[in-house]
């Protein structure tokens, strides 16, 4: 070994199938079961996303497992509720963070395991016990709820009286999010004392990888918001279960019935959701832009351009995240002044995304770029980011908002910034880890074919979508037969839709790709790409406690690539400075 | 047989020379010499440091709470009717004082390695944690008779999601002294794991922290109700 490490005499691996897969303390098997937990959850969402398109080609069609057979104008808001609700917390959240971050955060920052081991194990099961309550919320009597994955107040918070689905789906789907809440919480406070205190010796803060920033950034988000979106749940269950009134008011009727509320406001609700929901965006996509940097430096053989540019662009994400969260509220009858504020500090958000965008541009200019499959998907990551993201500066005018937050615009251009750029970020880390995770090469050549069908067949949905809002396409109505105004962007609806289909179904690709790899794929060596960071010093998969007792020292950046006067084109971090012009090999 | 208190007060600085941040030193090698070396399991400092980050998360979850009653209270057609708190609670604001008080008396006798002096001292104070929390039931007790209800009034609601919220994490502070009580008569494990002198100063920390945020909450049924 070239690189200088030092021997730690470290626990025995579990050796039994509970201890060693099902309750595990390893990071790397608990973000793997994140991993497969969210990949369960995207196949459900999906599948839900085209039920929806499906009904909304051909509402009156049958659907054969459906109660009644057609779907109900409910059954389709229950549907746009699960959605959301899967895709945001248990795709979203859970596996750029909880996934990704937990099995390769200690390991890019030489550190044996999490801080926290077990309270580690209890993050990923309390969020399983969420998982699980969510889907119970299919099978609940009158279903799934309907009010949506922002649950807005009143119609969630009174109970059964407004609407199917709102009653036991309804609290099923609270007792699901407060749960994930607090899993997110155990988890976030793990990642920032393993990030603050376990880092190998010379792994400064500005030697760290920019995935290890994203991670940290995002924990930090996830503490500060999550605890917010709990103190509002168990309001609002308070509200459906023990009659208070934290956010409903007096005066209202549902199904006749007047309700027996009084002094509350749903608008409380708002501030409170959004003060969450808008830093969830950053949570989101955040540890994407960790990985679409990592990737972008690692195939051009190129040092990334800015990085210390690139730290304070994220963590200024990261701050500005938390003030603008009445952007999502414009219609709500706010204060122009409060209004204007907050579309300022929204544009603002612009500065930092602009700094990143340049930067990965500047990464990319004059190098020689390798196009392998983690390479396209980030690429796509970046293309993704900048079209939907350039949407979200018209919307942050309150003119232009008022006029266009209920229609399809605004749905357009989240899945585009916040769901596909975010889900392509994802994909960028699968196929660059999976031989780390899983010591096997993913097939590149169906990865290329995955990456086509999903790279055009995600701007095939989502950029009609833009017209369809602008012309004037109401979100969340589950029937437009009856809008005439709207026949026209017929054959556009048929085209978005069609495109979701073939997209939806690329993605078999994929998942076979991923299953057939884990057997049949071409055996990986240590560091298959050439890379540079600590995870590929290490064996695929890495053993126990990562680095078999020897734990690295660091001597430099992250992304030491084509430097005059070594021997190879990269430089790990561990590798001494009286090594480099032997190499990596040496 | 347990340790000696005096043994158990480990230097937790010591062990983070080998993580964090810092060039590493070129003389050591594989034999973990020249002071830089790497625990097995957790660094002791890094306990601390989850439960400064938890203390952070928990503040972000009071501070939702308190603004949602602030708002509440100021918006238009707002009907709150303002809480007198109970008197009692002047009691129980006593007994968080004074237990955090008797805990930095156990904290001396500890770190002077008086075991027996540390016991009676830390189970003083987890005496008054339940103390404080019966204080509360009795408080909401007194509520109860008199007719308000957690539906009562959003004023009354808040009070009630307050002080549940509130002594749900002082039963947790009193489960952790309990803990550590009952460890420390009964032996510690050998490492990895927490060390005596951190999970003392640790569980201090959040004591005083839960003492502090109930001083805050009282303040604030008082000014505002």
């Given amino acids: 070994m070239s690189a200088h490490g030092h021997t730690v005499h470290v626990p025995e691996a579990p050796t039994g199938f509970i201890r060693k897969y099902v309750f595990s303390t390893d990071h790397k098997v608990i973000g793997i079961q994140y991993f497969f937990l969210a990949l369960t959850s995207v196949v459900v969402g999906m599948l839900l996303s085209v039920l929806m398109r499906f009904h909304l080609l051909w509402p009156g069609a049958k659907v054969p497992f459906l109660q009644g057979g057609v779907m109900t104008q409910a059954q389709y808001l229950s549907l746009v509720t699960m959605h959301g609700t899967m895709m945001v917390f248990f795709v979203l959240t859970t596996a750029p963070q909880a996934g990704f971050g937990n099995y390769f955060l200690p390991i890019q920052i030489g550190a044996p395991d999490m801080a926290f081991p077990h309270l580690n194990m209890l993050s990923f099961w309390v969020t399983f016990l969420a998982f699980l309550s969510l889907i119970a919320a299919f099978f609940v009597p009158d279903g799934a709820p309907i009010s949506g994955w922002t649950a807005y107040t009143p119609l969630s918070g009174i109970g059964q009286a407004s609407g199917p689905g709102e009653g036991w789906g309804q609290t099923m789907w609270i007792v699901s999010i407060s749960l994930f809440c607090l899993a997110s919480l155990l988890g976030a406070l793990n990642f920032i004392a393993t990030l603050i205190d376990m880092r190998a010796p010379g792994m400064s803060l500005m030697r760290m990888p920019l995935t290890c920033w994203g991670w940290f950034v995002t924990a930090v988000l996830t503490l500060l918001a999550f605890g917010v979106l709990l103190a509002g749940g168990i309001l609002l269950f308070l509200d459906r279960t023990a009659g208070t009134s934290f956010f409903l008011p007096a005066g209202l009727v549902f199904t006749d019935q007047l309700q027996p509320h009084s002094g509350g406001s749903p608008l409380l609700w708002q501030h409170l959701f959004w003060f969450f929901g808008h830093p969830e965006v950053y949570i989101a996509i955040l540890p994407g832009m960790g990985v679409a940097s990592h990737v972008l430096s690692t195939f051009c053989r190129k040092p990334i351009f800015g990085y210390k540019a690139m730290v304070i662009a994220m963590n200024a994400i990261g701050f500005l995240g938390f003030v603008v969260w009445g952007h999502h509220m ?257 | ?177 309990l803990w550590i009580g009952w460890r420390q008569s009964h032996g510690w494990r050998k490492s990895p794991g927490i060390s005596p002198g951190t999970a003392t100063a640790v569980a201090a920390l959040y004591w005083h922290f839960v003492t502090g945020l109930w001083l805050f909450l009282f303040s604030f049924f008082l000014i505002g109700g």
């Fill in chain 1, 330 to 586: 414009f219609v709500s009858g706010m204060s122009p002044y409060s209004a204007f504020a907050f579309s300022v500090m929204t544009m603002a958000i612009g500065v930092p995304s602009a700094i990143k965008t340049f930067n990965w541009l500047g990464t990319l200019w004059g190098s020689k770029i390798h196009f392998d499959v983690p390479m396209l998907f980030a690429l796509g990551f970046v293309s993704l980011f900048v079209s939907g993201g350039l949407s979200g500066l018209f919307l942050a005018q309150p003119a232009v908002d008022n006029l266009l937050h209920a229609t399809y615009y605004v749905v357009a251009h989240f899945h585009l910034v916040m769901g596909v750029a975010s889900i392509f970020g994802m994909f960028a880390a699968t196929y660059f880890w999976f031989p780390k995770m899983f010591g096997r090469m993913m097939n590149p050549t169906l990865g290329k074919i995955h990456f086509w069908f999903t790279f055009v067949g995600a701007y095939c949905i989502f950029m009609p979508m833009h017209f369809l809002g602008l012309s004037g396409g109401i979100r969340r109505y589950a029937d437009y037969t009856a809008i005439s105004y709207l026949q026209p962007l017929r054959p556009l609806t048929m085209f978005m839709t069609y495109a979701a289909f073939v997209t939806v179904t690329a993605q078999l690709i994929f998942l076979f790709n991923l299953f057939w790899s884990l057997k049949k794929g071409e055996v990986a060596g240590k560091n298959p790409w050439n890379a540079t960071t600590l995870e590929w010093i290490t064996t695929s998969p890495p053993p126990h406690d990562n680095f078999g007792g020897q734990f690295p020292s660091v001597y430099r950046g992250p992304y030491e690539f084509n430097v005059p006067g070594a021997r190879e084109d990269f430089i790990p971090q561990n590798l001494e400075p009286s090594q480099v012009a032997m190499g990596a090999q040496s």
């Fill in chain 2, 1 to 177: 047989m347990p340790e000696a208190v005096s043994d158990i007060e480990e230097p937790a600085v010591a062990l983070l020379d080998g993580g964090g941040g810092r060039p590493p030193d070129p003389g050591f090698g594989d034999d973990g010499g020249a002071g830089s070396w790497r625990p097995a399991g957790t660094p002791q400092s890094t306990y601390t440091t989850g439960m400064l980050v938890a203390l952070g998360g928990i503040s972000m979850f009071f501070m939702a709470l308190v603004s949602a009653s602030v708002v509440h209270r100021g918006m238009p057609g707002s009907d709150w009717v303002p809480l007198h708190p109970p008197s009692i609670l002047w009691v129980t604001s006593a007994l968080a004082v004074a237990s955090s008080l008797t805990l930095v008396r156990a904290r001396r006798m500890f770190k002077a390695g008086a075991e027996s002096g540390f016991s009676r001292w830390w189970m003083a104070t987890a005496v008054l944690g339940v103390c404080f929390l019966s204080g509360q039931l009795l408080a909401w007790r007194q509520l109860v008779s008199a007719g308000v209800y957690l539906a009562s009034n959003p004023s009354v609601g808040f009070f009630y999601v307050f002080t549940a919220a509130h002594g749900l994490h002082l039963l947790g502070g009193v489960i952790a002294l």
